[in-house]
Every structure is written in structure tokens, then in C-alpha cells.
């Protein structure tokens, strides 16, 4: 069996800059107990493996009165900064691995959003890069979809006309959607600013797995069935007419891959280098 990978695969800056951040806090040169604010990224090996040094998941919901002696990190899609102010007030020190990219996009919030303009965000609403990101601009209004923007500023220009309007965006939102929601918000608000918030590593990942998918006679996508864009990647794997799997870790390859004779490798954003090497050595053996 022949075995490529995707030119473009696994772990995006924002990730790793993360968890390096997170394996440098766990060496603990301050003696102190370290969280994250939620798991610090969709996938559930790279959570346990800093559980077992020590990093424990700080929930959203549940945090304690008091965070004296302890270091909180904050993954790459943000908080809000009413939850990262309440972190402060529990006397936590904030280890700050939001993604630049991310961050940008948080402050354009924060500046459109105090000068007045009408924020909204085009993203999943559960996403906590979104939930994160709602908290700089109070008030936005956020479209998952075309359909969803369409009727959100509709509501708006009846109630608003002469709104002043902002588009901004979850990084990882793909271009077309992106496009879509800007075009639908425009036909109210023509003069709608639309500001560059997609990550461009999102895309690179797809466009590899689609130059993949072409060579290939099967492919295998690595990384967590929790994360939404490994998910995308089996998608688009399948719409291109390759037979795919996502698999977690060796044990999920599947025996039927061992009658392709070229077999294609690509990984989520979140997927450790390690699972694409044991996938890789699964495959040879
Ligand atoms: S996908 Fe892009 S924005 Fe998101 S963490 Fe990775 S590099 Fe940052």
C-alpha cells in the first residue's frame, strides 16, 4: 500500500502556539495549580495528556469562589472578557493563548461596537470562539447562515434603518457562507463594512485534502469526532467521491482500507503530530 499525507494537515498556529503554552505551564515554575478555561482543544488525548500532568478543565459554570494560586489559560478561540475580568477577580493569573487571529477579531468587535455600529457575527452561536467573542460587542446579532442574516437584518432595517452596519466573523467560518451572510446583510445595508475575520487555515487544510482526494483511492481523516473541522474535512473527503473515515487514534482504522492500494492521510487543526504518526504506522504494519 502506497501512503500519502496532505501537504497542509494537522495542528494550525493558533493550536500549537496553545498547547505549547499549556506543556510550559505544566512544568509549574510558580508552584501553582493551572486550568484551562474549558478543554483547551477539541481533542480528548491532548486534554488527558495534560490532565495527567496536572491541567484540570475549568468550567464555564462552575468556577470556585476563589482562584488564589492559580493560573488560568485561556484556549485559542478567547473568552469573553466579562468571564476573563470575573478570572481576575478570583485572583487567577491568565496565561493568554488566544489565537492573534482570534484576538483580532475581538478587538475590530470591541472598536465597531463602541463606536455604535450594528455588530454582527457570522459563526455558530454555541461555538465558544463566538460566545467568546459576543462579549466585546454587546448587543451583536449573530447569523449562522445566509437564511438566518437575511431575516436578522430585515428585523433590523425596519426597526433601524439608518444603522451603521459591521460584518465580522468566526475565524474558521468557510468563504462562500462568509460571502453569503455579507450579500444578504448588504441588500438592507449597502454601505455594510465587512471585515477579514477567516483564518486562512482552515482553508489551506481543505484545498490539500481536495488536492489529496484526487491522488488517493481512500482517505483517512485523523483527529476528534468532536471536532467540527476534522468533521468538515471527512465531508468533503466524501463529497469528492473518496471512501473516508475519521479516525481517533490506530484502533479505529478500518480492515477494509487494506484493499486500496493508495491511501490518503489528512488531520483536523486539533490533531496531535502523534496520532497522524501511530495512523501512519498502522497502515504499514
Ligand atoms: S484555525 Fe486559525 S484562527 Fe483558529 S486557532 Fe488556528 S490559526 Fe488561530
Known amino acids: ?11 494550525c498556529m493558533g493550536v500549537r502556539r496553545a498547547v505549547d503554552k499549556a506543556l510550559a505551564a505544566a512544568k509549574n ?6 486550568f484551562t478555561a474549558g478543554p483547551l482543544i477539541h481533542n480528548p488525548r491532548v486534554v488527558e495528556c495534560l490532565q495527567k500532568q496536572g491541567i484540570d478543565i475549568l468550567d464555564d459554570e462552575n468556577i470556585p469562589e476563589t482562584l488564589e494560586g492559580s493560573a488560568v489559560i485561556i484556549r485559542a478561540h478567547g473568552i469573553s472578557p466579562q468571564l476573563e475580568a470575573s ?74 434603518p439608518e444603522s451603521a452596519c459591521v460584518l465580522i466573523g468566526q475565524t474558521t467560518v468557510s468563504k462562500e ?41 481512500a482517505v483517512l481523516i485523523a483527529g476528534s469526532k468532536g471536532s467540527a473541522n476534522t468533521k468538515r474535512l471527512l465531508r468533503i473527503a466524501q463529497d469528492m467521491g473518496n471512501p473516508a473515515w475519521l479516525v481517533e487514534g490506530k484502533d479505529d482504522v478500518p480492515v477494509e482500507i487494506r484493499k486500496y492500494e493508495t491511501v490518503g492521510i489528512s488531520a483536523g487543526a486539533s490533531t496531535p503530530e502523534e496520532v497522524i504518526e501511530e495512523i501512519e504506522e498502522a497502515l504499514g504494519q
Open 1 to 11: 500500500m502506497k501512503i500519502i499525507k496532505a501537504n497542509v494537515l494537522g495542528y
Open 29 to 34: 515554575p510558580l508552584g501553582k495549580k493551572v
Open 87 to 160: 478570572l481576575k477577580q478570583k485572583q487567577a493569573d491568565i496565561i493568554d493563548a488566544t489565537c492573534p487571529k482570534v484576538k483580532a477579531n475581538q478587538l475590530k468587535a470591541r472598536q465597531f461596537s463602541e463606536k455604535g455600529y450594528a455588530v454582527f457575527l457570522a459563526g455558530e452561536k454555541h461555538h465558544g470562539e463566538i460566545v467568546g467573542l459576543m462579549g466585546y460587542c454587546p448587543g451583536c446579532i449573530v447569523a449562522e447562515n445566509a437564511d438566518e442574516a437575511t431575516r436578522l437584518a430585515e428585523a433590523l432595517y425596519q426597526k433601524k
Open 177 to 217: 457562507e462568509y460571502d453569503a451572510v455579507g450579500r444578504e446583510i448588504q441588500s438592507f445595508f449597502p454601505h455594510l463594512i465587512i471585515v477579514d475575520a477567516i483564518c486562512n487555515a482552515t482553508t489551506e487544510r481543505q484545498e490539500a485534502l481536495r488536492r489529496l482526494c484526487r491522488e488517493a483511492d
